[in-house]
């Protein structure tokens, strides 16, 4: 299956524009960590995955679980939530046996 990157609009801001390549590389980039953490450890938030991916706290990762997620059919939904830092409920992602595929064939 191939990274699915969302492109730019043509309305969008020209700094959208220059970074799309930059932005792509990244996410594909912590796709991997995040999937990697998942095979490694088992079911957890995003936000616990993203920590141990030593992700920071600033970047998207509850946005690259859900195209992991959603888009590209990694990761599901457990249909358990923990809670996060903040006291919001967070989803618990598992790996997907397309998942673990995608590990091996990326290791």
């Not at 989803?91 to 997907?96: C, L, N, P, Q």
Request: aromatic content about 6%; overall charge positive.
């Amino acid at each position: 299956m191939m990274w699915r990157v969302i492109p730019s609009r043509t309305d969008d801001p020209e700094t959208s524009h220059l970074g799309e390549k930059d932005v792509a590389m990244r996410a594909t980039s912590q796709k991997m960590l995040l999937l990697s953490v998942y095979s490694q450890y088992g079911p957890m938030s995003s936000e616990n995955a993203a920590k141990a991916a030593g992700l920071s706290m600033r970047s998207c990762f509850w946005k690259r679980c859900s195209e992991l997620c959603l888009d590209m059919g990694y990761l599901e939904d457990t249909g358990k939530t923990e809670p996060g830092d903040a006291g919001s409920a967070r989803i618990v992602y598992r790996i997907t046996d397309t998942g673990r595929s995608a590990v091996r064939r990326n290791t």
